[in-house]
């Protein structure tokens, strides 16, 4: 378990933040497929790691890396992401979650990248398709 504990307050007033953040991250996380496929085009084949090779011609060398580049700056991105306190579930359509607590039981206070606010929670155990609608009775019980 996390040591913070989120209100759905507290998730919501990041979201701002998050939806700035995530929408990086999913352009460069395209920026990345994109340039691993000119570099497969180039290869013939996409490589399962990133090697600096003197025998690449100076392009290969040149995609290589940008790609390191690209990918530290990627990892990066999703560490600040996680340092507010969010679990990145799910990279590819940014979807984090957060601790919270509904009626005594822990929970994920689930957001995905593109909603005005978080509007979803389940339990640890479940996943996306677990989602539950933050209505009003629970509304009432996750607010300070």
């Known amino acids: 378990m996390a040591s913070r504990v989120f209100t759905l307050e507290a998730v919501n007033a990041l979201v701002p933040k998050l939806e700035s953040s995530v929408g ?4 460069r996380r395209t920026a990345i497929e994109e340039l691993l496929a000119r570099l497969g085009r180039e290869l013939g084949d ?11 011609s100076a392009e290969v060398r040149a995609m290589k890396r940008e790609l390191v580049e ?13 340092d507010t ?8 359509i940014g979807l ?13 206070l689930c957001w995905k ?3 005005a606010e978080c509007g979803f929670y389940h339990a640890l155990e479940e996943g996306l398709a677990g989602r539950k609608p933050i209505g009003a ?7 300070n």
Do not use: M, N
Not at 24 to 27: D, E, I, S, V
Not at 70 to 82: L, N, Q
Not at 85 to 92: F, H, I, S, T
């Open 24 to 27: 990086r991250q999913l352009k």
């Open 46 to 56: 996409v490589p399962e790691r990133i090697v600096l090779d003197p025998a690449d």
């Open 70 to 82: 690209r990918i530290e700056e990627y990892r990066a991105g999703w560490r600040e992401v996680e």
């Open 85 to 92: 306190g969010a679990v990145l579930k799910d990279p590819r």
């Open 96 to 108: 984090l979650d957060f601790y919270g607590e509904v009626d005594g039981k822990h929970v994920w």
């Open 113 to 115: 990248y593109g909603e």
């Open 137 to 143: 009775s629970v509304k009432q019980r996750l607010l």
